[in-house]
């Protein structure tokens, strides 16, 4: 193939291997990845999933047994290159009103997180649920902890 660097990049259809030569697109066709990575433009990419970031009672702060949470989830979505939607979400306690306004100060204090870990803001978007789609229902302490969080999914 050609040499190829920064400065002269491949033509379409090819990428500038690591070694400075420009090689095929065609890493892989569905599905023929190895197990635990997904074939996304010709390249088998790593399959990962992202995880909940959970909050205490009636606060947006990141906890410290977040943190690996939150590093693990800006990998996966550096590595995905897809826009996410980050959800905040809140017990049932609190108005209504109340709990929109806390789930969209945890949703933009994750964003906020994930961009000062290096992703790129505008593949981030976000959005309050409140209280409004519970993971559980119960009145206690084990379920209201697992309803306050921020949810990442595929941004549609």
């Known amino acids: 193939g050609n040499e190829c660097d920064a400065y002269h990049p491949c033509s379409k259809g090819f990428h500038c291997n690591s070694v400075n030569l420009c090689e095929p697109d065609t890493e892989c066709d569905p599905p ?3 197990p635990g990575k997904v074939c996304e433009n010709h390249r088998c990419v790593a399959r990962c999933s992202t995880e909940n970031i959970y909050f205490d009672f009636n606060e947006s702060r990141i906890r410290e047994d977040q943190k690996k949470t939150l ?7 550096k590595n995905q290159g897809k826009a996410v939607q980050i959800e905040g979400h809140c017990d049932e306690r609190g108005t209504r009103e109340y709990n929109l306004g806390l789930g969209d100060r945890r949703a933009l204090v994750a964003r906020d997180a994930l961009v000062g870990l290096g992703v790129p803001a505008n593949r981030l978007r ?3 649920f409140g209280e409004e789609a519970p993971v559980c229902r119960e009145s206690n302490e084990e379920c209201w902890q697992r309803n306050r969080r921020a949810h990442l999914s595929q941004a549609q």
């Open 71 to 77: 590093a693990a989830n800006a990998e996966c979505i």
């Open 126 to 128: 976000t959005i309050s």
């Open 32 to 34: 023929d990845c190895p």
